[in-house]
Every structure is written in C-alpha cells, then in structure tokens.
T-cell receptor, first 116, second 113 residues
Framework: DTAVSQTPKYLVTQMGNDKSIKCEQNLGHDTMYWYKQDSKKFLKIMFS???????INETVPNRFSPKSPDKAHLNLHINSLELGDSAVYFC???????????????FGPGTRLLVL | DQQVKQNSPSLSVQEGRISILNCDYTNSMFDYFLWYKKYPAEGPTFLIS?????DKNEDGRFTVFLNKSAKHLSLHIVPSQPGDSAVYFCAASFTSGTYKYIFGTGTRLKVLA
C-alpha cells in the first residue's frame, strides 16, 4: 500500500541516452512534483503539476520533459543524458486545499540515476 | 543563493538527551515551515510543520520553534532515541500562491546508545 512509488529505483545509463522515470501516487492527491537531489545534497524542485496542468517549471533544461497522463501519475523523461544529470530524483504529491493553503508533500523513495 | 540554510552538517547526541537541529532562512515572505526526516535509500518523511502565526508546535517528542525576527527555526527532539538517527531537512514555503518547498541541505543526526 505504498503511497508514492517510483520506478525504477536505480538507473545506470550511458551519456546521450534517453530515459524515463515513472511516479504514481495512490493518495488521491491532485498535485505532484519532481525534485532533484544533487551530489551536494541540495533538494530542489524541478516541476509541479496540479490536475495534469504544469504549475511550476524551475529553470530546468528542456531535455527534461514531465508528463502527467492523469492526476495519479507524473513521469519524467530525460533526453540526451549528461554526466551532470546524475542525482537522486524524488517524486512527491500533495493535495491542494480548498482554502488555497499549503498541504504537506509526501515523497516517494527516490530514483538513483547514474550517467556514465 | 541558498534561501534555507542548515549550517550544521552533522550532530551526535547521547540517547535520552535533547537533540536540537537548527535552520535559518533569508526570505521573510516564507510563512510555512516543515521538518522532514530521511533514512538512507528512502524518501523524505514529513515530521512536523509550523505556520508563521505560531512560534511553537509540538507533536510528541518533537517540537519546532520559530523565531521570525531572527528568521530561525529549530527542531527539538526529547528524549532522543537511536531510531531518530537520520538526516533532517528543514523546508520553507508559502501557504498560498505556490506549492514550492525550499529545502535546506540537511543535518545528519546520530543518536548514540
């Protein structure tokens, strides 16, 4: 009964390849996020979708393309992988409250990407 | 430009004693703060939060204090237990308008038995 799940957990690939990471949440939330944790341990938001609509896009190279087929899924596709893309990628979800208040974000276990 | 800072990368505390983890922020517009706990190879897990209208929030062994004038928050764990050993991240956000969390770099807490 995992709340936020990601696949794969580990991903090792060559530079220049295209890869996808999938995220699914079963919490009934309407907002999902992708975060990147780099080698310096900074955890930074990349994208956010609310009801399948992009609401946050943080200066991320356009090689990264999120796709939300429905509000329970947010996938991340990365084209032409570079060495600097090596990081841990976390998916998260939350529920937008009717009062417009912030709701707690729940994180997935992370996907460890290593680009060789 | 790191808007949320955790200046202590690590902290060791004896079991049963108090653990105090600190966090500073620079943006006075932040009005919602959270602490997350992270075990190795797992995602961050929500621990406790505080709105800027409060200066203290308590949940069991965990208490978060907010000092808005100093732009400082702290997490107190009393008593500390070996299972509390993890990396603790503080995060800041806004209650409306955006769903973005700004995270600190984390403090690794080790509770010694």
């Amino acid at each position: 009964d995992t709340a936020v799940s990601q696949t794969p957990k580990y991903l090792v690939t060559q530079m220049g390849n295209d890869k996808s990471i999938k995220c699914e949440q079963n919490l009934g939330h309407d907002t999902m996020y992708w975060y990147k944790q780099d080698s310096k341990k900074f955890l930074k938001i990349m994208f956010s979708y609310n009801n399948k609509e992009l609401i946050i896009n943080e200066t991320v190279p356009n090689r990264f393309s999120p796709k939300s087929p429905d509000k329970a899924h947010l996938n991340l596709h990365i084209n032409s992988l570079e060495l600097g893309d090596s990081a841990v990628y976390f998916c998260a979800s939350s529920q937008f409250s009717l009062t417009g208040d912030q709701e707690t974000q729940y994180f997935g276990p992370g996907t460890r990407l290593l680009v060789l | 430009d790191q808007q949320v800072k955790q200046n202590s990368p690590s902290l060791s505390v004896q079991e049963g004693r108090i653990s105090i983890l600190n966090c500073d922020y620079t943006n006075s517009m932040f009005d919602y703060f959270l602490w997350y706990k992270k075990y190795p190879a797992e995602g961050p897990t929500f621990l406790i939060s505080i709105s800027s209208i409060k200066d203290k929030n308590e949940d069991g062994r965990f208490t978060v204090f907010l000092n808005k004038s100093a732009k400082h928050l702290s997490l107190h764990i009393v008593p500390s237990q070996p299972g509390d050993s993890a990396v603790y991240f503080c995060a800041a956000s806004f209650t409306s308008g955006t769903y973005k969390y700004i995270f600190g770099t984390g403090t690794r807490l080790k509770v010694l038995a």
